[in-house]
């Protein structure tokens, strides 16, 4: 999912990406609000990535050769267009749930948060810390 700063307005459309080629559904447009669910799987047979807008019905879907999966990443991060750094939209927070990696909760994977912050230290998204069940957490929004 895309959800960034594109001349000064907030934009989020669906992104896939299969074996490191990336498609871009810009003529897709969402909305903040929206119930967005992601999921992908990856074996040695068949790669497929999907994002469904539940609110909207819109599911875009790509499939691709098998791989080996290296790791996974679950939240928000830098999206840069011709080497700069995108801005971040004042979306307040954002929740994730469900979040789950062969199945198991996040929680079980020791995963590690990260801070985006500018090239001058300036924290722009913090993330908040993993639900009891360890499957939801929140990201905040702290300035552009």
Same mark, same amino acid.
């Given at each position: 999912?895309?959800?960034?700063?594109?001349?000064?307005?907030?934009?989020?459309?669906?992104?896939?990406?299969? !074996?490191? #080629?990336? %498609? !871009?559904? #810009?003529? %897709?447009p969402l909305s903040a609000g929206d119930v967005i669910n992601l999921s992908a799987s990856v074996t040695t047979s068949g790669t497929t990535v999907q994002v469904t807008d539940v609110t909207k019905n819109v599911t875009k879907k790509l499939t691709g050769a098998g791989a080996s999966a290296t790791g996974a990443g679950v939240g928000d991060g830098a999206w840069y267009v011709n080497g700069t750094l995108l801005g971040?939209?004042?979306?307040?927070t954002l929740t994730f749930t469900s979040c789950r990696i062969d199945g198991k909760a996040l929680a079980s994977?020791?995963?590690s948060g990260y801070l985006r912050a500018t090239s001058a230290g300036i924290v722009q998204i913090a993330p908040g810390a993993l639900s009891p069940a360890g499957t939801a957490f929140t990201t905040y929004y702290d300035h552009a």
């Open positions: 999912m895309f959800t960034g700063c594109v001349k000064g307005s907030a934009v989020y459309f669906p992104v896939l990406v299969v !074996n490191g #080629t990336e %498609t !871009n559904y #810009t003529k %897709t971040v939209p004042k979306f307040g994977g020791s995963p």
